[in-house]
């Protein structure tokens, strides 16, 4: 079964209480159809395999993906979507290694989405609109800062997509401008 976003949704809901894991669902997602748009791809998919990459999360944090995997094969989700979810812990909870661009763009971006959400807030106006790239890299090189964001991942992910760095940390601020509401990173009123 393909599902739709609205039923996506539903199931992260089912098994999501956190309002920081929504918003790191949201995050993710909306960088999902940002770069699936960026190279011509399927937004609906990218974006709910985006958003629901973490869906096991909340409950069953030993068993990341392991879980997930048995969430969504129940439900009759597609192959490759759940190919490409258990993908984007490669290395750390699955052995899925992430081959496609979708995968890839996922796997380079999760960790680097909670980096740029942190770089935001500590912003005086508290938004991801005036958020320059110059700060991300000062942010980046300071491994006191959001220190459980692993960097290593991100850099892995920008190789595997031969992306440069910079690139990626932009389009991926980019991305999650479009939701920035829903973020609570669009200023000091966020309006
Ligand atoms: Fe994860
Ligand atoms: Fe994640």
Redesign the pocket.
């Known amino acids: 079964m393909v599902p739709t976003r609205q039923q996506a949704l539903a199931l992260f809901k089912q098994y999501n209480q956190s309002e920081s894991l929504y918003k790191?669902?949201l995050s993710?997602e909306a960088v999902m159809r940002h770069f699936a748009n960026k190279y011509n791809e399927d937004e609906e998919k990218w974006g709910i395999i985006g958003l629901m990459?973490?869906v096991d999360?909340e409950q069953f944090p030993e068993e990341h993906c392991i879980k997930a995997k048995e969430i969504l094969e129940k439900e009759q989700w597609p192959e490759d979507y759940i190919r490409a979810i258990l993908s984007?812990?490669y290395d750390i909870c699955t052995d899925v290694e992430p081959v496609h661009l979708m995968e890839k763009i996922l796997y380079a971006t999760?960790?680097l989405?909670?980096l740029v959400t942190t770089a935001a807030l500590v912003r005086p106006d508290k938004s991801i609109h005036s958020l320059k790239l110059k700060s991300m890299k000062k942010r980046w090189k300071d491994k006191r800062f959001a220190a459980k964001v692993d960097r290593s991942i991100i850099t892995d992910g920008a190789q595997r997509l031969n992306m440069d760095l910079d690139e990626l940390i932009l389009e991926t601020i980019e991305g999650m401008k479009t939701v920035a509401k829903e973020l609570g990173l669009n200023g000091v009123s966020n309006e």
Request: proline content about 0%; glycine content about 8%; aromatic content about 8%.
């Open positions: 790191h669902a993710v990459h973490d999360y984007h812990a999760d960790e989405t909670g």
